[in-house]
């Protein structure tokens, strides 16, 4: 039976509905059963259930629809695996070479401006204009050579010749008997050399066969300027070492990424001393050797060869001597020099001691 209470609820539940459908169409079984207080639970679990499916119909349509648009992205800008990556290559590629041209650039103009630099520096130690210019006033230099080196005009002509040519790198053999004046050639270019800082002198034996590959890295070669190495006391059968090490010079001094003819390149000249041992050697034989020499001697080397003395040199020797040590010597003295001495042996190496010993202090008023 019903009461008043009772209908009451249901008069309101009633009321409650006809404003839901008055406003929407749509009822949700959720408020309905909040409403009625007293609803049927069971159509207000199913219409929660409903609308958790609408909402899982609504994403999985969405999510369904991104996918789609990612594909389709995808799809139009899709190319094949090897295309991609011969373009990050060639990418790659014009990156380093535009990098490698911008670090050559930079380090070219830094290499000229430290260059210009230290030269300007050096003009001022030197107290010298252009102190750098490798092209070599030979003039004065050879003159002074002259004024000692007696006799050896052709062979002094020839040196002058090719330290003249200016080029980066200059070999020269010079080559002859003791006593002709090879050593004193080249102590004389050692101290009348321009940049006498950049002179290297080796004294060659049978040892430095083992030290050759080893033996460059004590020397600095500069820029400025030209760079002078001698190497004395060579001998027959040596000659092979001379392609080495101008080898060995030349990837050491102008092996800079510069042409060899370059401003900006090292200048070196090498001097090489052979010495003949006449003792052991008729003409016959010592003229052969000289031709074998000529020939085992490879470019860019130049040959020059020291002429033999003959009696008469030997004199005008100690008389020279005896002039430049202001000294006195009798004919007899000179007489018996000249008969104890063999000159195609020794030429005028022994004269200097003999002098020295024989003669007297010239008196002065």
């Not at 321009?194 to 080893?214: C, F, G, K, Q």
């Not at 510069?258 to 003792?279: C, D, G, K, L, W």
Request: net charge neutral; hydrophobic share 35%.
């Amino acid at each position: 039976m019903t009461t008043d209470k009772d209908k009451d609820k249901l008069k309101q539940r009633a009321a409650y509905i006809t404003r839901r459908r008055g406003s929407s169409n749509r009822i949700n079984p959720l408020d309905d059963a909040a409403a009625g207080g007293m609803g049927n639970w069971k159509s207000s679990t199913d219409g929660q259930r409903q609308v958790h499916r609408r909402r899982l119909r609504r994403l999985l349509k969405n999510s369904q629809a991104n996918d789609n648009d990612i594909r389709g992205i995808i799809k139009s800008n899709n190319m094949p695996w090897s295309l991609k990556r011969q373009s990050h290559a060639l990418f790659l590629l014009i990156s380093a070479i535009c990098l490698g041209c911008t670090l050559s650039y930079y380090n070219q103009s830094l290499t000229k401006f430290l260059q210009s630099y230290t030269n300007q520096y050096q003009d001022i130690v030197h107290n010298k204009l252009n102190y750098c210019d490798g092209s070599l006033a030979l003039g004065e230099m050879f003159t002074e050579l002259r004024g000692h080196v007696l006799y050896q005009d052709i062979a002094l002509n020839q040196l002058e010749r090719v330290m003249a040519n200016n080029q980066s790198f200059q070999s020269i053999a010079l080559v002859g008997s003791s006593g002709l004046g090879k050593s004193l050639t080249v102590r004389l270019l050692r101290e009348l050399f321009p940049w006498r800082e950049n002179v290297h002198a080796i004294n060659w034996h049978y040892h430095m066969e083992e030290e050759i590959d080893t033996i460059w890295s004590k020397f600095h070669f500069s820029h400025c300027g030209r760079n002078l190495v001698i190497i004395d006391n060579m001998a027959m059968g040596d000659q092979d070492f001379v392609k080495i090490i101008n080898e060995a010079v030349q990837q050491r001094a102008l092996s800079n990424g510069t042409p060899e003819n370059s401003a900006n390149s090292q200048h070196v000249t090498m001097i090489y001393v052979f010495n003949m041992n006449r003792m052991i050697l008729s003409n016959q034989e010592y003229d052969e050797q000289l031709n074998q020499l000529q020939q085992e001697l490879s470019e860019p080397t130049q040959m020059i060869s020291y002429s033999t003395f003959q009696r008469h040199h030997l004199e005008q020797c100690i008389r020279h001597e005896v002039k430049m040590k202001d000294l006195n010597l009798s004919e007899n003295y000179i007489e018996e020099m000249l008969n104890t001495t063999d000159v195609e042996i020794s030429g005028c190496k022994t004269v200097y001691a003999k002098v020295l010993i024989y003669g007297t202090k010239t008196d002065k008023e």
